[in-house]
């Protein structure tokens, strides 16, 4: 008799590379929280539904607090994907939960320089995207600039390597810089960005000059400070 039982599915299985942001807290970690704190109150929402990547490189394993880090940290609303940079046989995470995996990952600002440099009329490159990017929508580029030639709606997300450049009304975040760029800017004809980072410092809408919102602006770092400054002002 022919087998009539029903065909079960395939399992597929794929690769997906994603963005983690990584926090790497110092000693006195009460000291470190507070700080977290403080940048929390300007940015609620900065670390809502992204994976954590928890880097203990600067603790021994003896800080006062560290058994109960990572509840402080979910209290936060910070979701810790994986541990690197410490020990899994410190004493005092042998109660953290087993799923966090002690490891150590590859920052994608610790990119291999090639030995030769580039030719100079090699150009950077970018990723040029024509559609209007809407809620919801997310652009990841670590190998260099992104430019919009729409606008970019609340919700979204614009992360690249090097600069961002917006010819419409920037909404969401833009996250530039972050293959190691500290001279990455990010510029928009309309800025209304929610929040903006380059090279790891960020600023959110708060904190943008009345007289620059909803303006033509960039914004770039001067001395590790995030500035906005009017598109036609050149530093």
């Known amino acids: 008799m022919p087998d009539t039982s029903p065909s079960l599915p395939q399992i597929r299985i794929r ?4 963005l983690s942001l990584v926090l790497t807290p110092e000693a006195p970690l009460s000291d470190w929280i507070a700080s977290l704190d403080k940048q929390l109150e300007r940015s609620s929402f900065f670390f809502l539904g992204k994976p954590v990547i928890l880097n203990l490189e600067l603790l021994s394993g003896e800080e006062e607090g560290l058994e109960d880090l990572h509840i402080a940290l979910s209290k936060r609303n910070i979701q810790i994907i994986s541990v690197e940079g410490g020990s899994s046989t410190w004493k005092a995470v042998q109660s953290w939960p087993k799923t966090f995996i002690f ?133």
Do not use: W
């Open 15 to 18: 690769g997906r590379s994603f």
């Open 103 to 235: 490891g150590n990952g590859k920052n994608i600002d610790n990119l291999d320089m090639p030995n030769n440099p580039p030719a100079p009329n090699t150009p950077t490159p970018c990723l040029i995207v024509d559609e209007q990017i809407r809620s919801g929508q997310s652009i990841l580029f670590p190998e260099g600039d992104v430019i919009v030639t729409n606008s970019v709606a609340s919700g979204t997300e614009i992360v690249a390597g090097g600069s961002i450049h917006v010819y419409g009304a920037l909404r969401g975040r833009a996250i530039a810089g972050i293959s190691g760029q500290p001279k990455a800017r990010i510029f928009a004809y309309q800025l209304e960005a929610e929040l903006m980072a380059i090279d790891g410092y960020y600023m959110t809408a708060e904190e943008i000059e009345h007289g620059l919102s909803m303006k033509a602006a960039q914004v770039y770092l001067d001395n590790d400070v995030m500035t906005v400054a009017p598109l036609s002002k050149i530093k």
